[in-house]
């Protein structure tokens, strides 16, 4: 498909699209709509993706089209990527088919017949034809906004503000409004769905730079002519304004909304290093992405983008990791950007990003503006990042060759878990599996994984929970590792570093043994022994088979989770084997959500800070911390956000208005409701 309006009527055409012409709001009211659909039945079933996520094979909702975005001059299109359907449309075939294509050239069988040479050849010719090639028009460009002639406001574009205390650093405990972070005129409101294109300095006399790059990167709205660039400090964005900072001078920068479908993929695609987006891009496409000088910066663009925002980034800027009630000033070139609901289901935490001064718009005579939402998985980014799970597959296997699947379960918002599946050979082959994983691209940042042996379906979260329990003994089978961590990692002792876990859960065998445990797996409790344990405080999930508990500890106490958790284990005889692995979770928390709790515990937790051990057992205080408060044993704790939720009067109004919006009643549920442990306005 060559372009987002192509995509959309193959939407509409096979059901997948819903048309709102109601006026909506482009500041809370969309992201309402969108996160309900998120979790209900999509109009169809991607028959391949019940093979590696049978539960969610089915859901995502329809993608959405807002024809009358209050105070806006286009239309808003929105969980466009949200199902597996969708993405398989996006991106022109199912994703196991992509990774089967993916596979065969990265790991190529000799030819040994004329006929197989004859067909390796056909197989290679199409990868003549994915580069990007320049033209000299394109639609992007029918309409040309100049800053320096007064006609250029980013307030006309539907850019949302999608929850209740985005871009407010006071909301998250900070001594800064927007109007002291110097975000005020934005209102809260992010870029979220675009690819941010920039070059390298060294290549920036190159008319066809190797080192172009494009990233799916948010921006926040400051007024009329302004953003601010906001990209984490190992991403190829970063590296690049850092050369052009070293440089002196302002990095361009051109930030394309649409395009061909496969682009937003492309943008978040873990590439290789010196593999480009526009090469995936292409390649996924069947050719090359045609690509357009923009009008006021030094870049190509693709040429059939709905609206490319071109401009310049201040260099001038201060780095991350800034904190204005201990650093003064924020300083030229840069706001206090954020905070913003994040697809890791919390609030990003404000800090120091640099401003982008607009020089263009340029747009379709038509265009749609494209966006996306993230907060509490799943959302539209969930099928996206499972789409790299199963496209990539191929591409891992060749750096960690013992892998035969692996799964990214939805409670770890893909750099918090890894489920691994081997074909186990020798001894403490899964410990050797976890470092390679710890060293392999940007898996390195998965903070926990779990290895199974090739017998265990990876892709069944709770089996793999209950394989867990049933071989791990937590004296045995853990490993704990520092290393570098997601910068989004609020638990992390330190910013983008702190440790990380693993649990070898594949059967024993001779050589694994310590000189405390030898090769028998964990005894099981019997109900009676559970039934101890739920009397002591504990809640047993049941693919925990009773070693697996939660329990529930007061937010306002220091290290209250780890007292909870000793106060279960000395109720306990020493030989009761129920509640040898605890996760303590704040007390308005419901204990039986299983899910819920681990992603807590994957969010909240230090493996080693937040750590408690007593012989073979094991526990994590898994609740919100305060700094100082809570730091233990001299490994700090910094500021723990809140988790995103919906205003009130924003639920009542999309009640209210659900059948409005060309919805069959009765509506779905919103779960912000009564969502326990969030924040909103």
């Known amino acids: 498909m060559s372009d987002l309006h192509e995509f959309i009527s193959k939407l509409e055409a096979t059901g997948e699209l ?31 993706a019940r093979d590696f996520d049978p539960a969610r094979a089915g859901l995502g909702g329809p993608a959405l089209l807002f024809e009358n975005v209050e105070h806006c001059d286009f239309p808003l299109a929105i969980n466009l990527f949200g199902s597996y359907r969708r993405i398989e449309m996006a991106l022109g075939n199912d994703l ?3 990774a089967a294509r993916i596979g065969s050239l990265v790991k190529p069988q000799p030819p040994r017949s004329l006929s197989e040479i004859i067909a390796k050849l056909r197989e290679f010719t199409p990868l003549l034809r994915i580069p990007p090639r320049t033209v000299r028009r394109g639609p992007c460009q029918e309409v040309v906004k100049l800053t320096e002639n007064g006609e250029v406001d980013l307030r006309r574009l539907p850019i949302l503000k999608c929850w209740p205390l985005d871009g407010d650093p006071s909301k998250v405990g900070y001594p ?17 769905l675009a690819g941010m294109h920039t070059v390298h300095a060294d290549d920036r006399n190159d008319p066809k730079p190797a080192s172009h790059n494009i990233g799916m990167y948010r921006s926040q709205l400051i007024d009329d002519t302004r953003l601010a660039m906001h990209w984490h400090m190992h991403h190829d964005g970063a590296s690049h304004w850092r050369s052009w900072k070293k440089l002196g001078k302002p990095m361009p920068i051109a930030i394309a909304l649409g395009g061909e479908p496969c682009l937003p993929y492309a943008g978040t695609a873990p590439l290789p290093p010196g593999i480009s987006e526009l090469l995936m891009a292409g390649f996924l496409n069947g050719r090359g992405i045609p690509m357009i000088p923009a009008k006021t910066v030094p870049l190509r663009v693709p040429a059939n983008a709905e609206i490319v925002i071109e401009g310049f980034v201040h260099t001038d800027a201060g780095g991350i990791d800034f904190d204005p009630r201990t650093d003064g000033e924020i300083g030229p070139g840069a706001v206090f950007e954020g905070p913003f609901g994040d697809h890791t289901g919390f609030y990003s935490l404000p800090d120091r990003y640099p401003v982008v001064e607009v020089t263009a718009i340029t747009h379709r005579r038509d265009a749609v503006y494209p966006t996306t939402v993230v907060g509490l998985p799943p959302q539209e980014d969930y099928y996206l990042g499972k789409a790299t799970e199963r496209m990539f597959l191929p591409l891992l296997k060749t750096i960690v060759h013992d892998i035969d699947d692996y799964h990214l379960p939805r409670y770890g918002c893909f750099h918090n878990a890894a489920f691994i599946k081997i074909d186990k050979a020798y001894p403490l082959q899964g410990r050797r599996v976890m470092h390679s994983i710890w060293g392999a691209g940007q898996m390195a940042w998965t903070k926990s994984i779990v290895v199974v042996d090739d017998e265990i379906p990876v892709h069944d979260e709770m089996a793999v929970i209950e394989t867990m329990m049933r071989r791990c003994d937590f004296r045995r089978d853990v490993e704990f590792v520092r290393g570098p961590l997601d910068i989004l990692d609020h638990s992390a002792p330190s910013i983008a570093a702190g440790t990380k876990i693993g649990f070898d859960a594949t059967l024993r065998m001779p050589g694994e043994e310590t000189g405390e445990v030898g090769l028998e797996p964990p005894a099981l409790p019997t109900e009676e022994q559970c039934a101890v344990a739920w009397s002591a405080g504990a809640t047993l999930p049941k693919p925990g088979l009773g070693r697996l508990a939660v329990v529930t500890a007061n937010r306002e106490h220091a290290h209250a989770g780890l007292a909870a958790i000793l106060d279960v284990w000395t109720r306990l005889d020493p030989g009761n084997p129920a509640a040898d692995f605890v996760i303590a979770v704040d007390e308005d928390q419901d204990p039986t959500d299983l899910e819920r709790a681990l992603f807590l515990w994957m969010a909240n937790a230090d493996p080693t800070r937040d750590l408690l051990r007593r012989g073979r057992r094991i526990g994590f205080d898994a609740r919100t911390k305060v700094p100082g408060r809570d730091d233990r044993d001299g490994v700090p704790v910094r500021d723990y956000p809140p988790l995103v939720s919906m205003s009130p009067e924003i639920v009542e109004q999309v009640d209210r208005r659900w059948a409005e ?10 779960r912000f409701k009564a969502e326990p442990g969030s924040a909103a306005e």
Not at 23 to 43: K, N
Not at 663 to 669: D, L, Q, T
């Open 176 to 192: 800064l409004s927007p109007e002291q972070s110097g975000t005020a005129g934005g209102d809260g409101r992010f870029i979220t």
């Open 96 to 98: 196991e088919s992509i």
């Open 18 to 48: 819903h048309r709102v012409s109601s006026q909506v709001s482009p500041i809370l009211e969309v992201t309402e709509i969108a996160d309900r659909l998120a979790t209900s039945s999509s109009p169809s079933v991607s028959t391949a």
């Open 661 to 670: 919006y060309g919805f069959p009643e009765p509506h779905p549920r919103s």
